[in-house]
């Protein structure tokens, strides 16, 4: 049981002296709650696995601190940290049955026999491998693999904090589904703090009460699914979560009006200070803007195309050079090659240098 | 379905037919031929059935002790440099750097000695195990021990296995390193949050993904040493006495030596069949370990 904090904590692979700009993990600062599920997101080679791997101490950092409950574990090894790790492919044993598997980590740790067997058994039934332990584990397909290896990490009785590095990379896709329910289902009824790392938004957004952005070694936004969505901290986030992802305009932006292409838009707050000289953007979600038959008091638009995702249809359109996405709210027939865009103020985000601007009132 | 019937098909075959002919099937037909006869010379062959064999595979003659104490010899020698490779081989994979430069200079160094032709690793050790000019056997003697292969049958043994292990030693290290390089990080990061020892780690994950190699690295060795020839040839030439013959240096002697072609030959027929079985063995092993590992039906 932990709560882990992260005091200005950075990573270089090519060591302290490496131009800052090419850190691997630049300075974070920020707490994970006991108990709670987290998801780290970003594109590959965002930093997110050299995170994982420091609060593992798999990887030492090049600066900063690592506290779990305020004790720092910096210089402990991964042994000493009370982590379980699961990784991208399932690591098993290949000589060991199931149960010796599930067995290994406490084995090594010197735990009576007797209490081991309890443990195993009990874990074995927590993740639906009971009649498989008698079995050799090499023999089992990915997705049990997996959970094997997530069971020597639960076995642990001490275990702080479970991490995964995407651990679904290998599993079927209709097992996929299944395995991460199981692992929402573990998160319940354990009160394990969880990390999961991914690159897929849906993965992400299902299994996690709070998920961690990152971009290019930085976290970007840290919040809810709901937060990440309606409330973008920066363009990235808008346009990485999300599917279509958000519209990113460039615009003039004057008190309560945006710009675009001449065409007026109206905001709730107002925008008198912004950074001089920044490039300002506003942020929609394709889901705040309609497309409809064009009305001169809407921003008119060119549309290409049409995407039905069923329960929701999507105008592909253009604005002078600039492509965006529109919903097309249901009963409504597009003809023709023109439409009108109508925005939902409440949603029209501004940014200055990709980062959001909080307007006043 | 109809099958179409085209013997010319078989005219593709008859190069190849052709080859294995000149280069395995007459060649050996020729050895049976000999090993059911008797020469005295001048190309008179008598027939002889199926007597050298007879004798052979009977220890109580004098050829077949001949042959029994040289197959002794072989399996002993055999067992005794894979005892010492196969974990020596392990070892010097295990201690080998994992990157950088020195990897380079670990892998050519360990590469030398299996660049040297055979009878020049013989040449090499017959000088140096030479207690008056050879750096080792001068070393020995001066230590006090009284070292010479030459008529000491220990000596000559413990020669040609360090030669030998000196020789070909490498090759199981390379192999065993190229099977360490195979296993992913993750497998030893799980292991250290698993809390694994270094021997847990070498019993659980590291000799588990060597085991393919080590099953080649066994088999190239055995199959090598069971036929050694050059090394000891070169080194001691059977010597002293008999004490390093094998089957190898017998046969030469045999059937050029003597001129006794009809015994060579029933040998040599009998030594073939000995590698065949053991090379079915293997293979059957082999296959049997592959097939364990092919997916089965599983899954939870």
């Known amino acids: 049981m932990a709560r882990i904090d992260l005091a200005d904590l950075a990573h270089s692979y090519q060591g302290p002296a490496a131009d800052p700009a090419s850190w691997a993990l630049k300075p974070i600062s920020m707490t994970w709650r006991q108990g709670g599920a987290y998801a780290l997101l970003g594109p590959s080679g965002c930093g997110k696995t050299t995170l994982l791997n420091l609060i593992s101490g798999l990887v030492k950092p090049s600066r900063g601190r690592i506290l779990f409950d305020g004790d720092d574990v910096t210089p402990l090894s991964t042994q000493r940290r009370n982590i379980a790790q699961v990784f991208q492919f399932p690591v098993i044993y290949d000589t060991m049955t199931v149960a010796e598997n599930l067995a290994f980590p406490l084995k090594n740790r010197g735990m009576p026999r007797q209490k081991i067997a309890e443990r195993v058994a009990e874990i074995a039934q927590l993740l639906d491998l009971t009649p498989y332990l008698a079995r050799k584990a090499t023999r089992l397909s990915a997705d049990a693999k997996q959970k094997i290896s997530l069971g020597r990490g639960l076995v642990r009785p001490d275990v702080a904090a479970i991490l995964f590095d995407e651990p679904l990379t290998v599993i079927d896709p209709h097992l996929k589904w299944e395995l991460r329910s199981k692992l929402k289902a573990l998160h319940r009824a354990l009160d394990l703090t969880m990390i999961y790392v991914t690159h897929d938004q849906t993965e992400a957004l299902t299994f996690a009460d709070t998920v961690v952005v990152m971009q290019d070694g930085m976290v970007v936004q840290s919040g809810t699914p709901q937060q990440l969505f309606e409330k973008p901290e920066h363009t990235f986030v808008g346009y990485f979560i999300g599917s279509p992802g958000m519209n990113i305009l460039p615009a003039a932006v004057q008190g309560r009006r945006a710009h675009i292409s001449g065409h007026p838009i109206s905001l709730t707050r107002n925008y008198d200070r912004l950074p001089a000289g920044a490039k300002i953007e506003i942020g929609v979600r394709p889901e705040f803007i309609r497309a409809t038959s064009p009305m001169p008091t809407l921003l008119s638009a060119r549309l290409e195309r049409v995407d039905d995702l069923g329960r929701i249809r999507f105008a592909q359109v253009r604005v002078g050079e600039q492509k965006l996405a529109a919903h097309i709210p249901a009963g409504t027939n597009l003809s023709g090659t023109d439409v009108g865009l109508a925005f939902d103020p409440a949603h029209v985000h501004v940014y200055a240098d990709s980062r959001l601007i909080e307007g006043t009132a | ?300």
Request: charged share 10%; net charge neutral.
């Open chain 2, 1 to 300: 379905m109809e099958k179409i019937v085209n013997q010319k098909a078989w005219l593709l075959v008859l190069p190849v037919f052709a080859l294995v002919a000149f280069s395995a099937i007459v060649p050996l037909m020729t050895v049976v031929n000999y090993s059911v006869q008797d020469t005295f010379g001048n190309n008179q062959f008598f027939w002889n059935g199926v007597g050298w064999y007879k004798d052979l595979l009977d220890p109580s003659t004098e050829f077949g002790g001949r042959f029994y104490a040289s197959l002794l010899r072989n399996l002993f020698f055999s067992a005794t440099v894979l005892a010492i490779e196969i974990p020596l081989g392990i070892l010097v994979a295990l201690s080998m750097p994992r990157d950088g430069w020195r990897v380079a200079a670990c892998l050519i160094i360990l590469a030398l000695p299996l660049l040297i032709p055979w009878n020049v690793v013989g040449t090499i050790w017959q000088i140096f195990g030479r207690s008056d000019i050879g750096l080792l056997g001068y070393a020995l003697n001066a230590l006090g021990l009284n070292y010479n292969y030459v008529s000491n049958p220990l000596d000559a043994w413990l020669t040609i296995i360090a030669m030998d292990v000196w020789h070909w030693t490498s090759l199981v290290a390379l192999l065993c390193y190229a099977g360490l390089k195979s296993i992913p990080d993750a497998y030893y990061q799980a292991a250290h949050i698993d809390g694994a020892s270094r021997w847990a780690v070498f019993t659980a994950i590291q000799l588990p993904k060597m085991k393919r190699v080590l099953l080649i690295a066994f088999l190239l060795r055995f199959m090598d040493s069971f036929m050694i020839y050059t090394e000891p040839f070169v080194v001691t030439g059977g010597g002293p006495g008999n004490s390093t013959t094998f089957l190898s240096i017998e046969l030469v002697k045999l059937a050029l030596g003597q001129f006794d072609l009809g015994k060579a030959a029933a040998m040599s027929i009998v030594y073939n069949l000995i590698v065949l079985i053991v090379c079915w063995v293997f293979y059957t092993v082999m296959t049997n370990v592959g097939a364990e590992r092919s997916p089965e039906a599983g899954g939870a």
